[in-house]
């Protein structure tokens, strides 16, 4: 028995030794985990705030009950310009008077279309003023010479899908921008393609987005 | 628990761990883009946004661009060509493409500025201005002392301008000195009535001596569309262009035949060219004289004179006879300021050819009669030569005004230095400009006026000079003016009404309406950007060639500088401004080192010249003439005839905006006005100058 204890205490002493170092480079691993839930998982969301749009505004209801093409509100002019957003007034066409008796269309017409006051839109995809952005090019036409995207996949490609509910609109605290604003990296997985230099005018020289 | 090594641990790997989260990356990302939002950033105002478009003409530019101004949500942005125009047609030149952003350059007045008694400006509201004008104009009209300066060459300002000035008891108005004046004075020396133009466009070949067509002389935006649509890139050219001249400009670089000749050698070149012309056989009955005294000019004499080949210059006259329509265009690279005697030359020339009247030829336009009673006739105002009256006030040979009116013209930049108008501004009772930027004229007058840009008021262009037929053509406000500045035509006919004036019409909106009427022209098509083109003539009547006269401006020419001095001669580009305005903000990147090197003026020489004075390129140098010199640098371009030396005009301003002041030098610091022998004109000349190392 004695033999056998004199030969497991320096076991004993090796293994507390080994705990013991396990025990000492802990708070180092639990760091590392801590930042990394903090990084990963906190740190996103607390960089951004969330926001609703000011009318619960559904493109479903616009396209599919009242059947009205995309082209009816968001089209490029003649001049090449894109009409984007339309006003109020531009709305007013059919929300003269209120159509449903729906939350938002009251909000809409009380608070918007009678006072004729502009609706502050969240704009998911807005640029910085240094980009130059132009539908004209972006076109289904265009694009549709080597792909065939539907119309809603093309926009999907750089805008969120708004086909129900408007998405809740996520502003980075530090920089202003929406959450969903595109990077130039994302642009220029199609202008800095090879395969777009043969077959359209998007280079990825800076004076193409950059005036 | 957790020691103080185990905290270290703690956070070197919590510092470890951040590295692999987006937390630096994303957060130095976020934070570089947030620097673009800081509150005092200008911003865009996107979104949906209703562009309108309105057809209108340039002030700014002297070709007459006509211009499709973009509006968004009623705010100009953009300078278009106008397609309709059937004078620039589409084209638009670098001047007016800046006049949307010119409307906010550093430089523009925004209220009318006082001179205190220790030379500083304070602000003053409009009524102020306006009540110390009026009380100046009160006293002048009284001693029959006003003397005004327009800087507008071609619009029914000037007959206001004209008109007022008459009405006062003066017959003191003047234009700035331009090719206009010259052509005029040219034109009567012969005997001429009516305007002249040339119709370069129906031209199958030009013939220019100094005029740079294609850069800065007359409608030249009309003449770049011109000769594009007659030079296709696939067929056979329907114009050729042949360009006499001291330096390869930008006229000289697209022309067929660029003739380098030695500065202030027109006339021998001229002369050359009719002594061939009559040795070839042109008829003399009628021009005998004219014959005599071509008879001695010789290619030979005349290759001593200019410096071009016999051979070339037999060249030009082959060309001549064999074309169907031949143009002579004489003119002067500074386009102000030249002498007549060549451009009498030219128009005999044009005459001998049979070219009078004819299409591609030289053209004699009526006058235009004016709306405005006791205005000026064009023939009258053409006949005043702002440089003599300026010469003879610093002389002391006349009295100098009561009162100086200066409406948007820049006489301190763009005269000759030694022209005596820092005399006339100092010696003048009280001096007013009306202006749009606050330049050195404006800095040098008791009152400052802000006037509207030609974007935001009404104005009309009534037949640029140079052009062959008659074109009138509207401008119209497209924006409200800004900040404070006023319609000038508006403010002078309120105050005339004010000291009891009646000049016929309420608003100056009144006398374009009349001038329209007048011309049998539709306001509202004017309003849309019509224009009025017309090919009536007056009938060409005998002419007199005025030997004398050009055997006197003959005599003592083309003296070889003296050794190691050069001859001057001056360029400029109609994108760096005019004599009323300056280099556009957007135009800087169009400054080559043909113009600036290291942002001193340019000197550039033929290396030939070059090595023989001992200079290298890139050295610092001075030009000196007289008392005058002018800092440069050294640059070698073998389109320069030989020793000459090339400035660029248009650079050198004192006090306009960060785009243009200290940037190089004001070529009328050599310059000087003279009488040129002959017609007794004020004209300017650069003297010869000396070479020294900086």
């Given at each position: 028995?004695?033999?056998?204890?004199?030969?497991?205490?320096?076991?004993?002493?090796?293994?507390?030794?080994?705990?013991?170092?396990?025990?000492?480079?802990?708070?180092?691993?639990?760091?590392?985990?801590?930042?990394?839930?903090?990084?990963?998982?906190?740190?996103?969301?607390?960089?951004?705030?969330?926001?609703?749009?000011?009318?619960?505004?559904?493109?479903?209801?616009?396209?599919?009950?009242?059947?009205?093409?995309?082209?009816?509100?968001?089209?490029?002019?003649?001049?090449?310009?894109?009409?984007?957003?339309?006003?109020?007034?531009?709305?007013?066409?059919?929300?003269?008077?209120?159509?449903?008796?729906?939350?938002?269309?009251?909000?809409?017409?009380?608070?918007?279309?009678?006072?004729?006051?502009?609706?502050?839109?969240?704009?998911?995809?807005?640029?910085?003023?240094?980009?130059?952005?132009?539908?004209?090019?972006?076109?289904?036409?265009?694009?549709?010479?080597?792909?065939?995207?539907?119309?809603?996949?093309?926009?999907?490609?750089?805008?969120?899908?708004?086909?129900?509910?408007?998405?809740?609109?996520?502003?980075?605290?530090?920089?202003?921008?929406?959450?969903?604003?595109?990077?130039?990296?994302?642009?220029?997985?199609?202008?800095?393609?090879?395969?777009?230099?043969?077959?359209?005018?998007?280079?990825?020289?800076?004076?193409?987005?950059?005036? | 628990?957790?020691?103080?090594?185990?905290?270290?641990?703690?956070?070197?790997?919590?510092?470890?761990?951040?590295?692999?989260?987006?937390?630096?990356?994303?957060?130095?990302?976020?934070?570089?883009?947030?620097?673009?939002?800081?509150?005092?950033?200008?911003?865009?105002?996107?979104?949906?946004?209703?562009?309108?478009?309105?057809?209108?003409?340039?002030?700014?530019c002297p070709s007459?661009?006509?211009?499709?101004?973009?509006?968004?949500?009623?705010?100009?942005?953009?300078?278009?060509?106008?397609?309709?125009?059937?004078?620039?047609?589409?084209?638009?030149s670098a001047l007016?493409?800046?006049?949307?952003?010119?409307?906010?350059?550093?430089?523009?007045?925004?209220?009318?500025?006082?001179?205190?008694?220790?030379?500083?400006?304070?602000?003053?509201?409009?009524?102020?201005?306006?009540?110390?004008?009026?009380?100046?104009?009160?006293?002048?009209?009284?001693?029959?002392?006003?003397?005004?300066?327009?800087?507008?060459?071609?619009?029914?300002?000037?007959?206001?301008?004209?008109?007022?000035?008459?009405?006062?008891?003066?017959?003191?108005?003047?234009?700035?000195?331009?090719?206009?004046?010259?052509?005029?004075?040219?034109?009567?020396?012969?005997?001429?009535?009516?305007?002249?133009?040339?119709?370069?466009?129906?031209?199958?070949?030009?013939?220019?001596?100094?005029?740079g067509?294609?850069e800065n002389?007359?409608?030249v935006v009309?003449?770049?569309?011109?000769?594009?649509?007659?030079?296709?890139?696939?067929?056979?050219?329907?114009?050729?262009?042949?360009?006499?001249?001291?330096?390869?400009?930008?006229?000289?670089?697209?022309?067929?035949?660029?003739?380098?000749?030695?500065?202030?050698?027109?006339?021998?070149?001229?002369?050359?060219?009719?002594?061939?012309?009559?040795?070839?056989?042109?008829?003399?009955?009628?021009?005998?004289?004219?014959?005599?005294?071509?008879?001695?000019?010789?290619?030979?004499?005349?290759?001593?004179?200019?410096?071009?080949?016999?051979?070339?210059?037999?060249?030009?006259?082959?060309?001549?006879?064999?074309?169907?329509?031949?143009?002579?265009?004489?003119?002067?690279?500074?386009?102000?300021?030249?002498?007549?005697?060549?451009?009498?030359?030219?128009?005999?020339?044009?005459?001998?050819?049979?070219?009078?009247?004819?299409?591609?030829?030289?053209?004699?336009?009526?006058?235009?009669?004016?709306?405005?009673?006791?205005?000026?006739?064009?023939?009258?105002?053409?006949?005043?030569?702002?440089?003599?009256?300026?010469?003879?006030?610093?002389?002391?040979?006349?009295?100098?005004?009561?009162?100086?009116?200066?409406?948007?013209?820049?006489?301190?930049?763009?005269?000759?230095?030694?022209?005596?108008?820092?005399?006339?501004?100092?010696?003048?009772?009280?001096?007013?400009?009306?202006?749009?930027?606050?330049?050195?004229?404006?800095?040098?007058?008791?009152?400052?006026?802000?006037?509207?840009?030609?974007?935001?008021?009404?104005?009309?262009?009534?037949?640029?000079?140079?052009?062959?037929?008659?074109?009138?053509?509207?401008?119209?406000?497209?924006?409200?003016?800004?900040?404070?500045?006023?319609?000038?035509?508006?403010?002078?006919?309120?105050?005339?009404?004010?000291?009891?004036?009646?000049?016929?019409?309420?608003?100056?909106?009144?006398?374009?309406?009349?001038?329209?009427?007048?011309?049998?022209?539709?306001?509202?098509?004017?309003?849309?950007?019509?224009?009025?083109?017309?090919?009536?003539?007056?009938?060409?009547?005998?002419?007199?060639?005025?030997?004398?006269?050009?055997?006197?401006?003959?005599?003592?020419?083309?003296?070889?500088?003296?050794?190691?001095?050069?001859?001057?001669?001056?360029?400029t580009k109609l994108a760096f401004g005019t004599?009323?305005?300056?280099?556009?903000?957007?135009?800087?990147?169009?400054?080559?080192?043909?113009?600036?090197?290291?942002?001193?003026?340019?000197?550039?020489?033929?290396?030939?010249?070059?090595?023989?004075?001992?200079?290298?390129?890139?050295?610092?140098?001075?030009?000196?003439?007289?008392?005058?010199?002018?800092?440069?640098?050294?640059?070698?371009?073998?389109?320069?005839?030989?020793?000459?030396?090339?400035?660029?005009?248009?650079?050198?301003?004192?006090?306009?905006?960060?785009?243009?002041?200290?940037?190089?030098?004001?070529?009328?610091?050599?310059?000087?006005?003279?009488?040129?022998?002959?017609?007794?004109?004020?004209?300017?000349?650069?003297?010869?100058?000396?070479?020294?190392?900086?």
């Amino acid at each position: 028995m004695e033999d056998r204890q004199e030969s497991t205490a320096p076991q004993k002493e090796v293994c507390s030794r080994f705990k013991c170092r396990l025990c000492g480079v802990a708070p180092f691993f639990v760091g590392i985990v801590v930042a990394l839930v903090f990084g990963w998982w906190l740190f996103p969301t607390l960089m951004f705030n969330s926001q609703e749009q000011p009318v619960q505004f559904t493109h479903d209801t616009h396209v599919n009950v009242a059947g009205l093409d995309c082209n009816y509100c968001h089209k490029i002019r003649p001049d090449g310009t894109f009409s984007a957003i339309p006003t109020t007034k531009e709305c007013a066409v059919c929300h003269q008077v209120l159509l449903g008796e729906s939350r938002a269309e009251r909000v809409f017409w009380d608070e918007y279309v009678r006072p004729g006051k502009e609706v502050a839109w969240l704009i998911y995809q807005k640029q910085p003023d240094n980009v130059f952005f132009s539908h004209a090019p972006h076109s289904l036409e265009n694009c549709n010479n080597c792909h065939e995207f539907s119309k809603t996949e093309l926009c999907l490609f750089c805008h969120v899908n708004v086909k129900d509910k408007a998405p809740t609109y996520h502003e980075n605290r530090l920089s202003g921008y929406s959450k969903d604003t595109m990077k130039m990296w994302q642009c220029e997985r199609c202008h800095a393609n090879p395969n777009h230099l043969a077959g359209t005018a998007a280079n990825n020289a800076c004076f193409v987005c950059h005036k | 628990m957790l020691d103080r090594r185990g905290f270290l641990k703690f956070v070197g790997g919590a510092a470890v761990g951040t590295l692999a989260t987006p937390v630096v990356w994303k957060g130095l990302d976020d934070l570089s883009i947030w620097t673009q939002n800081w509150p005092w950033i200008p911003r865009l105002d996107k979104g949906n946004n209703l562009n309108t478009y309105i057809s209108t003409t340039s002030k700014l530019c002297p070709s007459a661009c006509g211009m499709r101004v973009r509006l968004v949500n009623g705010r100009p942005v953009r300078v278009l060509g106008d397609e309709s125009n059937p004078l620039s047609r589409g084209g638009v030149s670098a001047l007016a493409s800046a006049e949307v952003q010119l409307r906010y350059s550093p430089a523009r007045l925004k209220r009318p500025l006082r001179r205190t008694a220790d030379g500083t400006f304070v602000a003053i509201p409009w009524y102020e201005a306006e009540a110390l004008l009026r009380a100046e104009l009160v006293k002048a009209a009284r001693d029959g002392g006003l003397m005004c300066l327009s800087g507008d060459e071609n619009g029914t300002m000037n007959e206001l301008l004209s008109a007022l000035t008459v009405a006062m008891g003066s017959s003191d108005f003047y234009l700035m000195p331009g090719e206009a004046q010259t052509t005029a004075a040219a034109w009567k020396s012969l005997g001429g009535r009516g305007r002249v133009g040339y119709d370069f466009a129906r031209s199958d070949f030009v013939l220019a001596v100094g005029a740079g067509v294609l850069e800065n002389w007359g409608p030249v935006v009309g003449n770049r569309r011109a000769w594009g649509r007659a030079r296709p890139q696939d067929g056979e050219p329907a114009m050729r262009l042949a360009y006499a001249g001291p330096v390869q400009n930008n006229t000289a670089a697209g022309a067929d035949w660029w003739l380098p000749i030695r500065p202030g050698s027109e006339m021998a070149f001229l002369m050359g060219i009719a002594q061939l012309l009559f040795a070839q056989g042109c008829p003399s009955a009628g021009v005998e004289s004219f014959a005599e005294l071509a008879a001695v000019w010789t290619p030979e004499k005349v290759a001593r004179a200019t410096g071009l080949a016999p051979e070339r210059l037999q060249q030009v006259v082959e060309q001549l006879a064999a074309a169907r329509a031949p143009l002579i265009i004489v003119g002067t690279d500074l386009g102000q300021g030249g002498e007549a005697a060549p451009v009498i030359l030219g128009m005999a020339l044009n005459t001998l050819l049979g070219r009078v009247n004819q299409d591609g030829g030289l053209r004699i336009l009526p006058e235009p009669e004016p709306v405005f009673p006791r205005a000026m006739s064009y023939g009258d105002m053409m006949a005043q030569d702002f440089t003599a009256a300026v010469r003879a006030v610093a002389d002391k040979k006349r009295a100098a005004p009561s009162l100086l009116m200066i409406y948007e013209a820049n006489p301190v930049y763009a005269m000759p230095r030694g022209a005596g108008v820092e005399e006339l501004l100092g010696s003048a009772g009280f001096s007013v400009s009306f202006s749009c930027f606050l330049d050195e004229t404006a800095r040098r007058c008791d009152l400052i006026l802000p006037s509207a840009m030609g974007l935001e008021r009404f104005d009309d262009v009534n037949t640029p000079f140079g052009l062959g037929e008659i074109f009138y053509a509207l401008c119209q406000p497209v924006a409200e003016p800004l900040y404070e500045s006023r319609a000038a035509g508006d403010v002078l006919l309120d105050l005339a009404r004010l000291i009891g004036l009646d000049m016929g019409y309420a608003t100056f909106r009144e006398a374009l309406e009349a001038r329209a009427a007048s011309l049998g022209l539709d306001w509202a098509g004017l309003m849309k950007g019509e224009c009025a083109i017309s090919r009536a003539t007056l009938p060409l009547e005998s002419l007199i060639f005025p030997s004398g006269l050009i055997a006197e401006a003959l005599e003592g020419r083309f003296i070889q500088p003296e050794k190691g001095a050069l001859a001057v001669a001056t360029f400029t580009k109609l994108a760096f401004g005019t004599a009323d305005s300056a280099i556009p903000p957007f135009a800087t990147k169009l400054i080559t080192d043909a113009e600036l090197t290291a942002g001193e003026l340019s000197a550039s020489m033929n290396s030939a010249t070059i090595r023989e004075l001992g200079l290298r390129e890139g050295m610092k140098i001075r030009l000196v003439a007289g008392e005058m010199s002018l800092p440069a640098r050294v640059r070698a371009f073998e389109g320069v005839a030989m020793g000459t030396v090339a400035l660029a005009a248009g650079f050198g301003h004192t006090n306009f905006d960060a785009f243009n002041n200290g940037k190089g030098a004001n070529v009328m610091d050599l310059f000087t006005t003279v009488e040129e022998p002959g017609t007794g004109l004020a004209v300017w000349r650069c003297p010869d100058v000396k070479i020294v190392k900086a």
